[in-house]
């Protein structure tokens, strides 16, 4: 039998980078096929027959565009519970991603090749439903081969690979465009498609062979032994717990209510800048779609830049200063390039407005939480996230209607996309609004470690 070693006492231990970046090619194939699938899919549908004879055609976009905030929502969370559950030859995540991923990638491939608006959604819905059934677990994984202890520093190498899908999925039309020296849209978007498939399936490949799960198979009789724990332990259903039996003070409750209001505007600017903004940038600013997606990737890198910053000035001044800070940046930022219209100036608001949303996304969790006290992390983890998803819901689906409503007031009744540069600070002066009566969270009783894990699992 082989043994396994034992750290010796005080011995530290150390993160398999190895391990950590060959697992992580698994959350690369998901970022790279929502970068391609936020940055061509609007212009897709935009520039469907069908849908584009319809009325109010960008707000059927903007709904379209929230399916994967829908299945997100309700199936990731769900599927995450059953891989935990599952006990195969091939162990618990792995059978998602061995089915779930090829079946996208096929699905993925068809999308910019069909005309018909029924099957079109047809093949949307279907890719988003499969997404959100694998995701959660090849997220999972990582803390499955993680000790707790090193999950932060393995979330950093995680995050490393997922910005490689990020840069691949942005730079995927320059690429092909090279590569078959053609500039034709249709078969620009075909080729992207097919290229974005071709990198997860390769992803896929590494997650299976490399990372290779154990045999997590049981008995029957281990299954019986396991079945009569879980009844024995079950606690009887008892009503939900409401905000007022929480322990909370009237402060607190009027602080919590606020950040959550403020995080529902802050999650409907953002959203909706990352679903529309390659829409924007090659309607309004004339950019080449394979170049307009670049824009993405500068916002990502510059947010990956502001995190470690964004957390330093939080513990320094506050966090409240500092997700205000952040606000009151990007307000100034897009409301500049909204009234002088330079197109420098869009790469300054994208560079430096994505440092400035780091202030805000590392802060705001740990202020939430702070808010409920270390025992009730699982609950205000929950409220967290269920703000930030409804608005991610919520925000393209106002954007779409918004920008049906602008034809109304132009002279040859076409969309005006610049109205998002207005809805958007609107967002955003509200979320200050709100901030500006917040008094609780300051403290720092939940330790660092136990925010970093909560990010890891979502």
Known sequence: MKKTKVPAAGEKKKLNYGKTALIGFGFMAVQIAWIIYNAYVPLILADNDALSKLAWSGT??????????????????????????????????????LVGLPVCAALFILIPRIQTLG??????????????????????????FTPSE????????????????????????????KLFHTDDVQTLRENVFIFGSIVMMLCLCVVVFLVREGDNRITKEE??????EYENGKAPKGKKTKMREMGLSKGEITSLILMLVALFFNSNATDSINTYFTTFATKEMGFAEKDASLFITLFAAATVIGAIPAGKLGQRFGRKKTIMTGWIGILALFLLFFVTKLTFLLYVAIVVGGVCIAFVTINTLPLV??????????????????????AAIAGPVIVGAMFDITTKFTADGSRNYWSLFVFCPICLVCALLCMCFVRHGETNTISEETIREIRDED
């Open 60 to 97: 059927a976009i903007g709904a379209i565009m929230v399916f994967d905030n829908i299945f997100g929502l309700i199936c990731q969370p769900l599927f995450g519970r059953l891989s935990d559950r599952t006990h195969t030859r091939f162990g618990k995540r792995t059978p998602y991603i």
């Open 119 to 144: 099957i079109l959604m047809i093949d949307v819905i279907l890719f988003n439903f499969i997404m959100s059934t694998w995701r959660s677990p090849v997220v999972a994984m990582m803390p499955d």
């Open 150 to 177: 090193l999950r932060g520093e393995g979330n950093a190498v995680i995050n490393i690979m997922g910005g490689v899908g990020v840069v691949l999925g942005t730079v995927s039309g320059t690429i092909i465009s």
């Open 223 to 228: 299954s019986l032994k396991l079945k009569k």
């Open 369 to 390: 939480l702070e808010i409920g006290g270390q025992e009730r992390i699982g609950t205000f983890t929950g409220l967290y996230y269920t703000a930030t998803q409804s």
